[in-house]
């Protein structure tokens, strides 16, 4: 049977779709994730935004136009919210929830709604797909954090870790080739999770451990997402003293403005965030720091709005992912709303504020790549695209390459050029 797996949102979502491909696929079934026609579409839904929730429904409307026959199957965040906007579309047959996604193999045949209660322990997905070059590790999942516009702790529940012996031998298994069937190893292994600082080893904070233990498989070791809390003289120091670690830290900002931040139940102040900043550079000067900044949080004033401009540019971001605020039902933000506490910022201000980041980003970007002409760094080829070939150094900059003799999923010393497109131009060296 012909399945379409069909994913919305984060790389947690990502790599639990990919580990639901390689089972079906291990059962004889020919998988596709590009939206073509299927006899089974599987959408992995997100509830993140609005905007993600509806562009969940929208997937299954697509699904209908391409085979209105088709068998269509519904996990993930927006269903985990709420079922009934997808149980109630006429070509919707089965609808599960964020726990046990795996459980879906075995609903193929089924037709109804089972949304499981969400786990406590780690829900091990065993071993997962990857790309030809790069593969994402999940190694946590759910978040205690209760940032006040968030809904993920709602949906994902509680934060649990991956068992370390499982991890390495996923690992183990993507950088000898062993799990990827006829595609070549992994060069760079991606961890991921909720909230990846909060990964733990017997109920201690463990990624530093893990680290260290992954490093000796000899593949770049990358970090997702961070949380400003973990920065701290002796993690940066053991991580320095890594050979495989990328530095790249991309740190949530969220708002630089600390009464913003407050207002988020961030658990920091602008002023710490630039600590933490200068921390990094201090180890990693030419790391990479991006970030993610909520524009028109609840209340957001002019000020407030100016102050995170001003520590944006103190933090000479390599990078950001800008969103607009999204209320989400259900948080207490939405309270903080109801209450008369705090009222929500114009869609034009908004519109008018995230422009302004955006204008921001790109000078910073082009900075940031100009402060680095001239120096070397390890481009992992990953693409071929017009004439060059792309990939990423360990400090996530993106290289156009034009050569003649590179081979694709290697390691290539180069030298930076000039700012090139969303990243650099670069030579061999
Ligand atoms: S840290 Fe905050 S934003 Fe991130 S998942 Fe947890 S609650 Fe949501």
């Known amino acids: 049977m012909k399945i379409c797996i069909h994913t919305l949102g984060c790389k947690v979502?990502?790599?639990?779709?990919?580990?639901?491909?390689?089972?079906?696929?291990?059962?004889?079934h020919e998988v596709c994730t590009d939206l073509e026609i299927a006899d089974i579409y599987i959408l992995n839904s997100c509830a993140v935004t609005n905007e993600a929730e509806r562009k969940s429904r929208q997937a299954v409307s697509k699904f209908y136009a391409l085979n209105p026959n088709a068998k269509v199957l519904v996990c993930g965040c927006a269903s985990e919210k709420d079922d009934a906007q997808f149980s109630s579309l006429k070509n919707v047959n089965f609808v599960s929830g964020v726990a046990n996604k795996m459980k879906l193999i075995e609903k193929l045949d089924i037709d109804g709604a089972e949304i499981d209660p969400l786990p406590l322990a780690y829900d091990d997905f065993g071993l997962s797909t990857s790309s030809n070059t790069r593969a994402y590790v999940k190694i946590q999942d759910g978040c205690n954090n209760f940032c006040s516009y968030c809904i993920i702790p709602y949906l994902r529940g509680r934060s649990r870790s991956r068992d370390i012996v499982s991890i390495l031998n996923e690992v183990e298994g993507l950088v000898s080739g062993a799990i990827t069937d006829n595609k070549p190893f992994v060069n760079e292994i991606v961890l991921t999770g909720i909230n990846l600082s909060d990964f733990k080893i017997d109920g201690k904070s463990g990624l530093i451990t893990l680290l260290k233990e992954l490093d000796k498989f000899g593949v770049r070791i990358r970090l997702g997402s961070l949380e400003q809390g973990l920065i701290s003289?002796?993690?940066?120091?053991?991580?320095?003293a890594l050979k495989n670690f990328c530095p790249h830290f991309h740190l949530s900002m969220q708002s630089g403005s600390s009464s913003v931040l407050k207002r988020m139940n961030r658990k920091y102040t602008a002023k710490e965030y630039l600590k933490?900043?200068?921390?990094?550079?201090?180890?990693?000067?030419?790391?990479a720091i991006t970030t993610d900044v909520i524009v028109g949080f609840l209340g957001e004033t002019k000020k407030e709005f100016n102050e995170t401009c001003k520590t944006i540019k103190k933090a000479k971001f390599a990078s950001m992912h800008i969103f607009p605020f999204?209320?989400?039902?259900?948080?207490?933000?939405?309270?903080?709303?109801?209450?008369g506490k705090y009222s929500l910022v114009s869609s034009e201000i908004i519109k008018k504020r995230v422009k302004k980041l955006e204008k921001i980003n790109k000078k910073l970007k082009k900075k940031y790549i100009n402060s680095l002409k001239g120096k070397k760094f390890q481009m992992l080829t990953e693409t071929i695209h017009?004439?060059?070939?792309?990939?990423?150094t360990e400090n996530f900059i993106k290289c156009y390459l034009q050569a003649n003799i590179v081979e694709l999923n290697t390691l290539y010393q180069v030298e930076i050029v000039e700012p090139y497109k969303d990243g650099a131009l670069v030579k061999i060296s």
């Open 386 to 392: 017009d004439d060059f070939i792309v990939g990423h």
């Open 233 to 240: 003289d002796d993690f940066l120091k053991e991580a320095k």
């Open 13 to 28: 979502n990502q790599y639990e779709s990919d580990a639901l491909a390689e089972c079906l696929r291990k059962l004889g």
């Open 326 to 339: 999204s209320l989400r039902t259900g948080t207490v933000a939405e309270k903080l709303l109801l209450n």
């Open 276 to 287: 933490s900043v200068r921390k990094i550079r201090k180890f990693f000067p030419d790391s």
